[in-house]
């Protein structure tokens, strides 16, 4: 998971050092052959990457002449990583003007393609015009960029860390000496809670039935999009390279209606918007906003819906900028925070929805006993540009967070966080997941779960005190888009109706392979597991939960267990497996909320 450069692997290793130990000396004036392929797995791994195809080495070298660096790279080139320096080097040349940030996003998307087994590359064009306007503004106004702190937000790795103050600021939690536990009485038969958790549609409205879906572009399976050599179909109700048909998602909700008549409440965690992201506009976002969530209110009318915004509903992706920044309307993230603020109107009385039309994020007691947080931390996700810009304004959303939780508190009120993105995946920056991890372990007594998406994975995380006692968990929803190589999901919780501890989920998966095979049906919904019996836990605490990490390092076929999970028995991904260092990341995924320190010592 870490970059670790020309470390990870032995021989390379070897060859590195070798090199590395004479480089001094030695009279070498251009980088060589194996520095280069060193640079190549690092940017490979930055790119998250992991099994990529090596350049051709002219290709790679003229990519990165193109650059114009005016150090050569053979000078910085350090087995331990190159690509800190590298791209420190490159924000400040576009600091000073001297090159132009088109050219190096360019270079660096061929880079990126030629790694990828993607064919086809105009899309970087549409990419790169969809967020220049916001670079250019970033560049000319902000007052805190400097190629250290732009490299420590972009590379989000140990090795480029630079402790810039507008990473360490910290905010104070309330004081602790208020602790107050809420008095419960728990009902012997009360009728237990269930709740459904959804999450990552990516809706492809113009999906093509027979379409490519091997195209040659990131996703693919729309109608004239890629390369027609070479094509396998795809199928009726999804491809596992592919988003989400809008039949398979209106079935998708039909079948949930129909077989779980007890739902009480609904929670869906984000991402409407399919990978097409060199596509996206602030019109056609909008008008499929509206169609999920009009689809949800009626398939579920009598039912509340809670949701949180992804980050792919922005347009262009990832960008979210700071309510309070003076720019033109087409930079400001304003109309989809409005969009929301009508689209949840069914669900949110006016109060919570005042904060939504503000920044997307609110508050709302559903009785006395239960608080939702529904936040939009998309905020701290490091490829949202406006990072680079201001990372003030994250603490709006973290300190109306830290206020409502002692307002529960105080009312001795449970609470449940919804959020997008889950902290420790190195992609949330460190302000927000230092803070939002001490708010967590202020007020762990009261927040009875967190319910995450956007990494399309089954997976969980555990929260620690002190690194070392375990005190919250969060929980994925996983995905309804196969991408990519997973099955489609849903889970529907069990929860106490008097404390609002999660008592039990389940996981609800259909083969897709299989589905497309017998298109003329709709998907044959299955239970895949669910996780008291599954990992046989009486209760899923905190505790628990870290116990089952530690069985889980231990015992190759629970380890194995939760990595099919957390793929959901999708076949290509049986196909491609995943080997001990795999499965070790995975594992170690949840033990990290703070992406630089894991909890547990194994995993440092
Ligand atoms: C480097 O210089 C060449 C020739 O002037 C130019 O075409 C290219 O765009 C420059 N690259 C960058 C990243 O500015
Ligand atoms: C805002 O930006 C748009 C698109 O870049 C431009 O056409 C418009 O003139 C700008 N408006 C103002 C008030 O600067
Ligand atoms: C945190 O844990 C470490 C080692 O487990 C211990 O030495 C330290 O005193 C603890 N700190 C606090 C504040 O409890
Ligand atoms: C999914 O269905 C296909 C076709 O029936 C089958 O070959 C495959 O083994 C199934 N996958 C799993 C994980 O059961």
């Known amino acids: 998971m870490k970059i670790t450069g020309c470390w990870s692997t032995f021989p390379f290793l070897m060859l590195c050092l070798l090199l590395y130990g004479t480089g001094g000396s030695t009279s070498f004036d251009k980088i060589t052959t194996n520095e280069l392929r060193c640079l190549e797995k690092e940017m490979a791994l930055s790119f998250k990457i992991l099994k990529y195809k090596e350049m051709e080495l002219k290709d790679f070298q003229r990519e990165l002449d193109n650059l114009n660096l005016t150090e050569p790279l053979h000078r910085f080139f350090n087995p331990k990583g190159t690509l800190c320096k590298l791209c420190q080097l490159l924000i400040g040349a576009l600091k000073k003007r001297t090159i132009r940030v088109e050219n190096i996003a360019r270079a660096i998307c061929n880079i990126y393609i030629a790694l990828s087994t993607w064919t086809l590359d105009d899309f970087c064009e549409d990419i790169i015009e969809l967020n220049m306007p916001i670079i250019e503004y970033v560049l000319e106004n902000s007052e805190i960029f400097s190629p250290e702190l732009a490299c420590t937000i972009l590379l989000q790795n140990d090795k480029c860390y630079y402790p810039d103050s507008a990473l360490t600021w910290r905010m104070s939690t309330p004081s602790t000496s208020l602790v107050k536990f809420p008095q419960v009485i728990l009902r012997q038969n009360a009728k237990r809670l269930k709740i459904l958790h959804l999450s990552d549609f990516h809706i492809t409205p113009d999906y093509e039935i027979g379409g490519i879906s091997n195209c040659g572009y990131p996703t693919c399976c729309k109608k004239g999009l890629g390369n027609p050599i070479g094509s396998k179909p795809a199928g009726v109700w999804g491809d596992y390279e592919c988003d989400v048909p809008p039949w398979m998602f209106g079935t998708t909700l039909d079948h949930i209606k129909y077989a779980h008549k007890d739902i009480d409440i609904v929670y869906f965690t984000g991402d409407i918007i399919d990978h097409t992201v060199w596509q996206a506009s602030k019109e056609q976002n909008s008008r499929l906003i509206y169609y999920t969530y009009k689809a949800l209110y009626e398939t579920f009318p009598n039912i509340p819906v809670f949701a949180v915004i992804g980050n792919h509903e922005a347009a262009p992706l990832n960008a979210f900028a700071p309510p309070d920044a003076p720019v033109n309307e087409s ?223 231990e015992d190759e076929n629970l380890a194995d267990l939760y990595w099919r999970f957390y793929v959901r028995f999708g076949d290509p991904s049986l196909e491609d497996g995943c080997d001990r260092k795999c499965k070790k990341d995975l594992i170690c995924k949840i033990v990290t909320t703070r992406s630089m320190f894991p909890s547990k010592p194994n995993c440092r």
């Open 331 to 553: 930079l400001s993230t304003q109309w989809l925070y409005t969009l929301m603020s009508k689209a949840w109107r069914p669900w949110l009385p006016p109060d919570a929805l005042k904060t939504v039309k503000r920044q997307g994020y609110y508050a709302h007691s559903v009785n006395k006993k239960l608080k939702i947080i529904g936040l939009n931390n998309n905020v701290c996700y490091n490829l949202n540009w406006w990072l680079l810009y201001n990372t003030a304004y994250l603490s709006e959303q973290l300190k109306f967070l830290s206020d409502e939780l002692l307002k529960s508190e105080q009312n001795e009120q449970f609470v449940h966080i919804l959020a997008h993105v889950p902290v420790g995946n190195e992609e949330c920056i460190e302000p927000w997941e230092e803070n939002y991890n001490a708010i967590v372990e202020r007020f762990s007594h009261i927040i009875q779960g967190q319910f995450y998406g956007h990494t399309h994975t089954d997976e969980l995380k555990i929260f620690y005190k002190n690194y070392s006692e375990p005190i919250n968990v969060g929980y994925n929803g996983g995905s309804l888009t196969p991408y990519t190589k997973f099955n489609p999901n849903y889970k529907v919780m069990t929860v106490d109706p008097d404390s609002y501890e999660v008592i039990d989920v389940e996981t609800y998966i259909f083969n897709l392979t299989e589905a497309n095979q017998h298109s003329n049906l709709t998907p044959n919904w299955l239970k895949m597991y669910s996780m008291q019996e599954a990992y046989g836990l009486n209760k899923l605490s905190p505790q628990n939960f870290d116990q089952l990490v530690d069985d889980i390092f």
